[in-house]
């Protein structure tokens, strides 16, 4: 079903993905050689490492690399802390998350802080690349000219990489993201700038949260679809949103897979 008039949009080119440049922070000396390890035998570039919150500021600043495996339990400035100086002043650099505090908590402040990802300790390599992996895809694409009209979605969230990630996601299965909004307040002027045929709206979101947004949305637009993403998984959290129209929910951190179930169940690519 179509929202709004057709208009003709750009259909993305993927780049092959090359190495990526990581820094690797963490206090242990042996999980920065596991790390380092996994990472270099698959043809990325570990281009720096840090032991603690400072010294990986500093080497952030200095060597610009894509990615960082950031440790949350640190000497020094933590994990947290960290996260927040690099989303704030790096925002070219995309963090992932290495730790052994993986509970839901310490996941959900992870990705409200800017995280890309979220791997727990003990993790094995298939994990550490499956992350890297996404973050490549979502750093390779480009626009390029021409194209038939395509489903149009708009992606509300304030975490510049959550939304690079999950624009690589939706572009690659055929969808074309028109519009993106950082904040509750934004969404609904980008919604009706842009008329998509779906809007994927973080739950979380400052000025206006999400569940406001929906409800707002929905009475402008009752059959828009909209999914929700949260890193909060619980059951009062969904219910309420479903229970105000949303059509789906997603999780962070995103399995694309699971991302684009979640879509075909709505709306046809």
């Not at 206090?27 to 390890?37: E, G, K, N, P």
């Not at 909004?181 to 919604?191: L, N, R, Y």
């Not at 619980?234 to 399995?255: C, H």
Request: charged share 25%; glycine share 8%.
């Amino acid at each position: 079903m179509a929202f709004w008039p057709r208009t003709t949009t750009k259909t993305p080119t993927m780049v092959a993905s090359k190495g990526l440049k990581i820094v690797i922070v963490d206090d242990s000396a042996a999980m920065r050689s596991v790390l380092r390890t996994i990472v270099k035998e698959n043809g990325h570039d570990v281009v720096g490492e840090a032991a603690d919150g400072a010294a990986a500021v500093a080497a952030v600043a200095r060597l610009k690399p894509a990615i960082v495996t950031l440790d949350l339990e640190m000497p020094g400035i933590d994990g947290f802390a960290v996260l927040d100086e690099i989303t704030r002043n790096h925002p070219d650099t995309h963090v992932v998350m290495v730790s052994a505090s993986n509970d839901p908590l310490s996941r959900k402040r992870a990705f409200d802080l800017g995280a890309i990802g979220f791997v727990g300790k003990p993790f094995n390599a298939g994990q550490i690349l499956g992350t890297l992996e996404q973050a490549a895809q979502a750093l390779a694409f480009r626009p390029a000219a021409g194209g038939a009209p395509r489903r149009r979605c708009v992606i509300v969230d304030d975490n510049r990489s959550i939304r690079l990630l999950l624009k690589a996601i939706l572009e690659g299965a055929g969808i074309a993201v028109v519009g993106e909004a950082g904040t509750g307040t934004d969404a609904a002027p980008t919604v009706l700038e842009h008329r998509p045929d779906l809007v994927c709206l973080d739950i979380e979101l400052p000025g206006k949260d999400g569940l406001a947004v929906l409800a707002e949305l929905k009475a402008a637009h009752p059959a828009l679809p909209v999914i929700m993403i949260s890193s909060a998984s619980d059951r009062e959290t969904i219910t309420r949103a479903v229970g105000q129209g949303a059509s789906g929910y997603i999780l962070k951190p995103f399995d694309p897979e699971k991302v684009m179930a979640a879509v075909r169940r709505v709306v046809r690519a």
